[in-house]
C-alpha cells in the first residue's frame, strides 16, 4: 500500500500511473465526434451506482477501464468546436501541464511555511493582473477558487468599509439600511454573498438595463440619491464587466464617477470580461475599470485556464485586513511584523490550491498577447454569429454582442403563439442535447424562452455556428409540426 504514497521511492509508479491516464485522455481527444454522448442520468447511475467502494480494483489500468464507463466516455467535451453553451473555455496546455505539477507537489498557499515559492510566484501574478488592470501602488488581491468566491469576498470587504460608525449604527441594526446596487443581468452570486454576509433579500437593489443589457446610470444616481434621502446606505455598486447572458459590459467610466460622488465602493464583476484585459484589439471595452475598488477575474473563464482559476484584485491592500485572523498554529501576530508572507491573512480560504501556477506556465510559454488573441478571435466569431442571425429569418436575435455570447430564439414562419415558440424552443434544446450532435445553453429574456451560444471556442467556424442554427430550427419545426398534428 506504501508504494501508493508518492515520494522518491514512487517516483517510476508515479510517471506511469499518471502517463496511463494521460494516454486515455489524449485517445478521447483524438476520437471525439459530438461534444456529448446524450447520456441521461437514468442510464448513468447505475453504472456509478453498482460499484463497490469497499473492494478496490488494485490496478490502474482496471480503474481506467471502469472510469471509461462512469465518466470519459459521457464527459460534455468543452473542446469541441460544437460545444457553446456555458462559460466553459477549451483549456490550453501550458495551464494542464501546472495543474499536473501542482498538484503533484501540493503545495498549500495558506502560510510561507507550506508554500514557500508559490507565494511568491502568486503575488507576482496579482501584481501583473493589479497592473493590467491599472489599480495603481497600493493594489493588491488574492486566488480564489471562483467568481462566486471573489464576489463574496469584495462584498464583504465593502460591508466592513462602509459599516463603521455609518449614522452611529451598531451591531445587526448597522447591517439592516446596507445595500448593494446591481443592474437585472448581474450574476446571481451577488445575491447569494448578500444573504452569507447577513443582509436581507431588499439590501441588493436590481437596476434596469438599456436595450444592450447594461446598467442604466440614470437608474443608478436615482437610486443613490433614493438611498441619501432614505437614509439608506449604499455600501457597494457592482459593475458587471460582461454578463452572463449577454456579456454586455456596464457603462463603467459613468458609473465609476457616481461611486465617487456618493462615496460608495465600486466593484466590478469581470469574471467574463477579464480577457479583455490582454486583449490586443480590445482593451479599451474595460476603459473605467482602474477605478474601481475591487475586481473579480476568472482566469478559468476567458483566460482559457482549468477549473479553478479566480482572482479578487483590491485598489487598496489595507481593505483585505477585514479577512484577516491569526491563529497560533498558522499565521500569528508575529508573522507579519517579521515579514513572513502568509496569504492566508487574504483569504477566505485556508488550505488553497496553487492555481496561480496555470496561468504562470501559460504566460511563461504563450504569453499574454497568445490569450488576448484567442478571446479576441471568439469575439469576432460572435460578430460574425450576429450578423447570420440578423439575416436568418428563423431567429430572432437578441443584442449585438459586446464579447462572445449570442442570445436568440427561433421563431416560425408562421405567426404562433409565443408560448408555443417557447415550448418549440426549448423542445430544440433538449432534442439537440439527447443528439448529443452540439450543446447549447438556454435562458429567459422578458420571460420567453431563448438560446445561447456562449462562444470561446477559437476553434468554433461560422460554419459550425450555422449547422448548430440548422439543427437546432430543425428541432424546432419538427415540434411545431407535430404539435399541428396534435392539434388536427
Ligand atoms: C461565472 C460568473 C460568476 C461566477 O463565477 P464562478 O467562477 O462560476 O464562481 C460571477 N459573475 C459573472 C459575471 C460570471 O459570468
Known amino acids: 500500500m506504501r508504494s501508493h504514497l508518492l515520494n522518491d521511492l514512487t517516483a517510476e509508479h508515479y510517471r506511469r500511473s499518471v502517463t496511463e491516464g494521460v494516454e486515455r485522455v489524449a485517445a478521447h481527444l483524438a476520437a471525439t465526434e459530438r ?24 490496478d490502474t489500468a482496471a480503474v481506467l477501464d471502469e472510469l471509461e464507463e462512469v465518466y470519459l466516455r459521457d464527459a460534455v467535451r ?16 501550458p495551464a494542464v501541464l501546472g495543474e499536473a505539477v501542482l498538484s503533484a507537489v501540493n ?26 488592470i491599472g489599480l495603481g501602488p497600493d493594489a493588491d488581491g488574492v486566488f480564489t477558487s471562483g467568481g462566486t468566491q471573489s ?34 443581468a448581474g450574476h446571481f452570486s451577488v445575491r447569494k454573498a448578500a444573504k452569507l454576509l447577513g443582509l436581507g433579500p431588499e439590501s441588493v437593489v436590481s437596476l434596469p438595463v438599456d436595450r444592450d443589457r447594461r446598467m442604466r446610470t440614470v437608474a443608478l444616481a436615482h437610486e443613490l440619491e433614493r438611498c441619501r434621502r432614505e437614509g439608506l446606505f449604499p455600501m457597494a455598486v457592482v459593475a458587471t464587466a460582461g454578463t452572463t447572458d449577454f456579456g454586455s459590459i456596464d457603462p463603467l467610466p459613468e458609473i465609476a464617477e457616481l461611486c465617487e460622488r456618493y462615496g460608495v465602493w465600486l466593484h466590478v464583476d469581470a469574471a467574463y470580461g477579464c480577457g479583455l484585459l490582454v486583449s490586443p484589439t480590445r482593451r479599451h471595452l474595460l476603459a473605467g475599470i482602474e477605478r474601481a475598488d475591487s475586481v473579480t477575474v476568472d482566469y478559468h473563464k476567458s483566460f ?7 482572482a479578487l484584485l483590491v485598489r487598496d491592500a489595507s481593505t483585505l485586513r477585514h479577512a484577516t485572523y491569526h491563529a497560533d498554529y498558522l499565521n500569528p501576530r508575529r508573522a507579519v511584523s517579521e515579514r513572513i508572507p502568509n496569504q492566508v491573512d487574504k483569504s477566505l480560504q485556508t488550505t488553497r490550491r496553487f492555481d ?50 449570442l442570445v436568440f430564439r427561433h421563431v416560425p414562419a408562421a405567426p404562433t403563439d409565443p408560448a408555443e415558440t417557447d415550448r ?24 420567453r424562452h431563448h438560446l445561447k451560444f456562449t462562444l470561446l471556442n477559437p476553434e468554433t467556424t461560422a460554419a459550425d455556428l450555422a449547422a448548430v442554427l440548422d439543427l437546432i430550427a430543425g428541432h424546432a419545426e419538427q415540434y411545431l409540426g407535430e404539435s399541428l398534428d396534435r392539434a388536427s
Open 424 to 447: 418549440a424552443n426549448l423542445y430544440a434544446r433538449e432534442a439537440l442535447f439527447a443528439s448529443g450532435a452540439a450543446v447549447v445553453a438556454g435562458t429567459r429574456v422578458g420571460g
Open 151 to 184: 464576489n463574496l469576498q469584495a462584498l464583504l470587504l465593502a460591508r466592513e468599509e462602509a459599516k463603521p460608525g455609518q449614522a452611529g449604527r451598531t451591531g445587526a441594526d448597522s447591517l439592516a439600511g446596507l445595500r448593494i446596487l446591481v443592474s437585472e
Open 107 to 132: 503545495s498549500s498557499l495558506d502560510t510561507w511555511d507550506q508554500s514557500a515559492g508559490a507565494t511568491l510566484v502568486e503575488r507576482r501574478l496579482v501584481d501583473w493582473t493589479a497592473s493590467r
Open 304 to 310: 482559457f485556464q482549468p477549473v479553478s482559476s479566480s
Open 356 to 405: 496561480a501556477l496555470k496561468l504562470w506556465t501559460t504566460l511563461r510559454v504563450m504569453g499574454a498577447d497568445g490569450i488576448g488573441r484567442l478571446f479576441d478571435e471568439v469575439c469576432d466569431l460572435a460578430a460574425e454569429g450576429w450578423r447570420m442571425l440578423t439575416a436568418d429569418p428563423r431567429f430572432d436575435v437578441v443584442v449585438e454582442p459586446a464579447l462572445s455570447t
Open 78 to 93: 468543452f473542446h469541441h468546436p460544437r460545444y457553446v453553451a456555458h462559460l466553459n473555455c477549451p483549456v490550453v496546455i
Open 35 to 58: 461534444p456529448f454522448t446524450g447520456v441521461t442520468p437514468d442510464a448513468l447511475a447505475p453504472r456509478i451506482d453498482g460499484i463497490d467502494l469497499d473492494r478496490p480494483l488494485h
